[in-house]
């Protein structure tokens, strides 16, 4: 690889790592900096899956649903020439403008006008399921005064005023909120706020016409909207976000930008990764001029992140001593000393970022001698040479202690096994009487009962639970070994794109990976790499006789594997969900749209004229009635029923 694979490489494993952090409510780098690797890597590699991943929220514990509609991310405009530069292109007829909100996006999903669930982000395609949490919301309405079926989009939001009052231990309000969220018994959620931006519904019905009808449908729903105004011009909208700029400090809600939007509503763009049709317009950064004093290196995982320790500052009414520098590369591009005049920035109450060097000294900062900035070179923990890359300082060394202990941590949580603590797992280890997974499983109740606040009958406890013979899914086994970034969600991806066995993923490519869908060539090269790493670990706790791996599904208990329903229109027989868990269960798949690959569009019309309908028979998908599809439900053979020779409705109710 070249340098410039390796820096692009590099780039998109940092990426991925900050996005997770962010939508998971623990941002650990500022919006501004972030945009700076996006942009780094845009122009390396304007090609890479990254740049069309959509962050996940993993919260472990909550039920997964799949959205309505793939809840993509926004091309982004940094400046006034970026955006002219979209709207040039994209040429408008005129500019729906919306506050960009700074908090949690969620889902409503409705049924008869009846609230059927909320689901987070996740993915973009699967997130967690938080209804009962969602209902002790401000905003968030248990049933509409109409029966209305499809999905209401909006952003969590905790007030300034309630975050001063009760969280103001939190970072930040997002932080705040993002926490409350995911808590298990939902307390605290009454303290949220949802403001609505979006709304689609199930069958494209006409509900609404346009991006400012959408707007005023949601409010006579009673949903609180977030401030929409329309402009006809780009310089309009540019003079608008410089007036916002200035005034969002005296909102009561956190904003970082403005959404920019064409009028016109059109679904197939909605349902991009990015969708063309609108793009976040963000606001210039808040900078203060300060000393840089010292340089701390901050650990997590194997990874070396450099934080400046700078003069107090304010900024965006907090006082900052600390900012991140990110790594190496920044230092060094930026020419960067102890005790080099530095600019700090900070977009909203995220963490703030060392931007360059200022021309001078701020006002009343006395000169001091300028010295170079430290790496360290040696892993603090096991004593291994660092590698340096540029965009990332780090441990090479897999046996490194840190690393292993973690890896033991998150085996225990996935395998949920309550009676081994932290700190008792952080005791086997320092003792080294436990380093590896599979040594858990030869511990005994004598020499866990000699260990301190430790009886027999405690050490007894600990050794039945870690000995209960447990039957996992494939999916959770892989995640169980803490590989980078690859949690259970994404195993489950993996696991249905037809790598359902060990055996399967060992042998499988990266290429062959990375082209399952939402994965993309980083990911699929952490398992690769990481199941070559563990191989023999897995091996040994397979064989104890404790752990075993599920069997996939037999392919006759899942006769519509490789199949997709699209429903349109009301059923009469049971409800659409219903409809969607029976075809899964049998193995098959639902698709919210009329796609090439699509297997059957189930409708009670299948003679209308309906959008659905003409491109199911443009693309030669058979349109099915409900009969016909209970048919199939009965007996999945009559799926072969169909012959391309009997045209499109040949699978209706009568010919079964």
């Given at each position: 690889m070249t340098r410039k694979d390796d820096r692009a490489a590099a780039l998109e494993r940092l990426i991925k790592g900050y996005q997770d952090s962010y939508y998971n409510g623990e941002a650990e780098i500022s919006d501004a900096e972030f945009d700076a690797l996006w942009d780094e890597l845009k122009g390396l590699k304007p090609d890479s899956a990254v740049l069309l991943r959509v962050g996940e929220d993993n919260i472990d514990g909550f039920p997964k649903a799949r959205h309505l509609i793939p809840m993509g991310s926004q091309e982004k405009a940094a400046n006034p020439l970026e955006f002219r530069a979209w709207a040039e292109k994209m040429a408008p007829p005129s500019f729906v403008v919306q506050y960009k909100l700074d908090g949690a996006s969620l889902e409503l999903q409705y049924e008869k006008g009846k609230l059927l669930r909320a689901i987070t982000r996740g993915d973009g395609v699967i997130g967690d399921e938080i209804t009962r949490n969602a209902r002790r919301m401000s905003g968030v309405a248990a049933e509409l005064d109409?029966?209305?079926?499809?999905?209401?989009?909006?952003?969590?939001?905790?007030?300034?005023?309630?975050?001063?009052?009760?969280?103001?231990?939190?970072?930040?309000?997002?932080?705040?909120?993002?926490?409350?969220?995911?808590?298990?018994?939902?307390?605290?959620?009454?303290?949220?706020?949802?403001?609505?931006?979006d709304a689609a519904a199930k069958d494209d019905d006409s509900y609404f016409t346009d991006e400012l009808s959408k707007i005023a449908w949601l409010k006579d729903r009673g949903f609180s909207v977030t401030e929409t105004r329309e402009f006809a011009t780009a310089e309009d909208v540019i003079v608008y976000r410089e007036k916002i700029a200035e005034e969002r400090k005296g909102l009561s809600v956190d904003i970082d930008g403005l959404v920019i939007k064409d009028p016109r509503t059109d679904m197939t763009d909605l349902r991009r990764a990015r969708?063309?049709?609108?793009?976040?317009?963000?606001?210039?950064?808040?900078?203060?001029?300060?000393?840089?004093?010292?340089?701390?290196?901050?650990?997590?995982?194997?990874?070396?992140?450099?934080?400046?320790?700078?003069?107090?500052?304010?900024?965006?009414g907090t006082t900052v001593q600390r900012a991140n520098l990110n790594n190496p590369d920044m230092i060094r591009g930026m020419g960067l000393k102890i005790g080099s005049p530095v600019r700090v920035v900070k977009r909203g109450e995220i963490i703030p970022k060392i931007e360059g060097l200022a021309?001078?000294?701020?006002?009343?900062?006395?000169?001091?001698?300028?010295?170079?900035?430290?790496?360290?070179?040696?892993?603090?923990?096991?004593?291994?040479?660092?590698?340096?890359?540029?965009?990332r300082l780090y441990c090479p060394n897999l046996g490194c202690p840190k690393r292993l202990l973690h890896r033991l941590e998150k085996w225990v949580s996935v395998l949920d096994i309550r009676e081994l603590g932290e700190k008792l797992i952080y005791q086997l280890f320092e003792t080294e009487r436990v380093r590896q997974i599979s040594e858990l499983y030869t511990l005994e109740t004598a020499e866990l009962s000699e260990l301190e606040r430790m009886g027999e009958q405690s050490a007894a406890k600990v050794v039945r639970h870690i000995r209960t013979k447990r039957d996992?899914?494939?999916?959770?086994?892989?995640?169980?070994?803490?590989?980078?970034?690859?949690?259970?969600?994404?195993?489950?991806?993996?696991?249905?794109?037809?790598?359902?066995?060990?055996?399967?993923?060992?042998?499988?490519?990266?290429?062959?990976?990375?082209?399952?869908?939402?994965?993309?060539?980083i990911t699929a090269r952490t398992i690769v790499e990481g199941l070559a790493d563990t191989g023999e670990e897995m091996d040994r706790i397979l064989a104890n006789g404790v752990i075993s791996i599920a069997a996939p599904p037999r392919a006759e208990d899942q006769p519509l594997q490789g199949c997709s329903f699209c429903f349109t229109g009301e059923l009469s027989s049971m409800k659409r969900n219903q409809a969607e868990e029976?075809?899964?269960?049998?193995?098959?798949?639902?698709?919210?749209?009329?796609?090439?690959?699509?297997?059957?569009?189930?409708?009670?019309?299948?003679?209308?004229?309906?959008?659905?309908?003409?491109?199911?028979?443009?693309?030669?998908?058979?349109?099915?009635?409900?009969?016909?599809?209970?048919?199939?439900?009965?007996?999945?053979?009559?799926?072969?029923?169909?012959?391309?020779?009997?045209?499109v409705g040949a699978l209706q109710g009568e010919l079964f």
């Open positions: 109409i029966p209305f079926s499809g999905g209401i989009r909006g952003e969590v939001v905790m007030t300034h005023q309630v975050w001063r009052e009760k969280y103001a231990d939190k970072a930040n309000c997002r932080n705040a909120a993002n926490g409350l969220m995911r808590r298990k018994d939902g307390v605290g959620c009454e303290d949220l706020s949802l403001i609505a931006y969708p063309e049709m609108q793009i976040a317009f963000k606001f210039d950064l808040e900078v203060a001029v300060s000393v840089l004093r010292e340089v701390v290196w901050s650990k997590s995982g194997a990874t070396y992140t450099p934080i400046g320790i700078v003069d107090p500052v304010r900024l965006a021309p001078a000294l701020p006002a009343g900062n006395d000169a001091v001698e300028e010295t170079d900035i430290s790496f360290p070179v040696e892993c603090e923990t096991c004593g291994t040479e660092l590698v340096d890359i540029g965009t996992l899914s494939l999916a959770a086994f892989i995640a169980g070994f803490d590989f980078d970034g690859v949690g259970e969600t994404i195993m489950e991806k993996v696991t249905a794109a037809g790598f359902d066995t060990l055996e399967k993923i060992r042998s499988a490519s990266v290429e062959k990976l990375a082209e399952v869908y939402g994965l993309g060539e029976k075809v899964k269960t049998l193995g098959g798949s639902s698709k919210s749209s009329v796609v090439k690959d699509l297997s059957f569009l189930v409708t009670n019309d299948p003679g209308s004229g309906s959008a659905k309908n003409a491109k199911a028979r443009s693309l030669g998908i058979p349109i099915i009635d409900e009969e016909g599809f209970l048919a199939i439900l009965a007996d999945p053979a009559k799926v072969k029923a169909y012959s391309p020779a009997g045209g």
